[in-house]
């Protein structure tokens, strides 16, 4: 895995180490409310009341409120919290894995000295980074669902069991490498495995944005400038105009139990299909006479899982 010409993450390059803003306090006033909106580290919206009388909405935080005129749901994966949400999308949970620092000589047979971010082409991918201390952090292959919008789902040994194993099946030397890090957090699926985002009402001065699946962190900033286009400008800017999922239709989850078994049986294509895909250069290999080549999830290494190699 040597890339040379490939540029560092941007995240890195960019916006350096995450850091916190304060929780809201106090009753403001704003022209735009954001709920959600991820490392912005905006206070929790413990309920939300539209102004029928006088128009906008009001937003009741732990510690105060919000009055706006306008209001983003940039809620993605917690969406179906909100009433006008609900049936919009559906979360799931991927998980990931952080090893101890790598020594140069751990390092050096790998060759990844820009730091990019990588991942397979799998159905359920799997995707690495290098943290600028060394450490490989790496997610993805099984998928965790839960029944309705359950949201407790942040924890899955079996997963994290799948991914320290792909590290020893992906890079040998590795192989029993120390884990330091386990964690797992919600991300929004659409019925139709595509984002969505749109206004919501006729009066256009709500918008939402969500159904960011695979490539959520680089879309969330798409997200943003095609939302900010929609209400300041009716959606006319470049951003929602070249945005191929503004105002599209959205195919609703449908109501349970039928949901939680769509989410199974979309979860079990895509695993099926990843499987079938990793047998494919065993099959055309095979000469006559050959004994069956063993699946290849069950390989030297024991990588024991779904779409594991
Ligand atoms: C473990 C994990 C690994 C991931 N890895 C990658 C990756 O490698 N690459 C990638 O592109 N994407 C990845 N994703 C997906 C990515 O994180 C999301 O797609 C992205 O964060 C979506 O951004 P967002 O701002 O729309 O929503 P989020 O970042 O999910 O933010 C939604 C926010 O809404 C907040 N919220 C919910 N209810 C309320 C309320 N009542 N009041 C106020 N706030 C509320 C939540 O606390 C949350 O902070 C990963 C997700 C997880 C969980």
């Known amino acids: 895995m040597d890339l040379p010409d490939s540029p560092p993450s941007l995240w890195l390059a960019k916006y350096g180490p995450y850091q916190p803003e304060p929780s809201l306090a106090g009753d403001i006033s704003v022209d735009v409310a954001v709920i959600g ?29 919000v009055s706006a005129a306008k209001l983003v749901y940039a809620t993605s994966a917690y969406s179906h919290l909100f009433g006008e949400l609900a049936r919009l999308q559906a979360p799931a949970f991927t998980y990931m894995i952080a090893t101890e620092p790598l020594t140069s000589e751990q390092l050096a047979p790998i060759g990844w000295a820009g730091q990019q971010g990588l991942e397979d082409a799998r159905n359920l991918i799997h995707y690495y980074r290098l943290t600028p201390d060394h450490r490989i952090v790496m997610g993805g292959g099984p998928v965790g669902l839960g029944r309705g919008g359950d949201l407790d789902r942040d924890s899955d040994q079996k997963a994290w069991q799948h991914l320290e194993q792909h590290i020893g099946w992906l890079w040998p ?33 709500a918008v939402y944005g969500l159904g960011c699946i695979g490539h959520g962190v680089a879309m969330s900033y798409l997200n943003g400038e095609v939302l900010a286009d929609l209400l ?30 769509a989410k199974y049986a979309i979860r079990g294509y895509l695993q099926a299909e990843d499987a079938f895909r990793e047998h494919l250069p065993a099959r055309a290999k095979r000469r006559p006479g050959d004994r069956p080549a063993a699946p290849a999830v069950r390989s030297r290494r024991g990588c024991g899982g779904e779409a594991c190699g």
């Open 232 to 261: 300041t400008g009716d959606g006319d800017g470049p951003a929602a105009r070249q945005c191929p999922f503004v105002n599209r239709r959205v195919i609703s989850w449908p109501p349970e139990p039928s949901a939680t078994a």
């Open 173 to 205: 030397h590795l192989y029993g490498i120390a884990i330091t890090h386990r964690w797992g957090g919600p991300f929004s699926v659409t019925m139709d495995l595509t984002p969505a985002l749109g206004y919501l009402g006729e009066d256009r001065t």
């Open 37 to 65: 909106g991820g490392f912005l580290g905006m206070a929790t919206a413990t309920a939300l009341r539209r102004r029928r009388s006088v128009g906008g909405y009001r937003l009741l935080t732990p510690h105060g409120s």
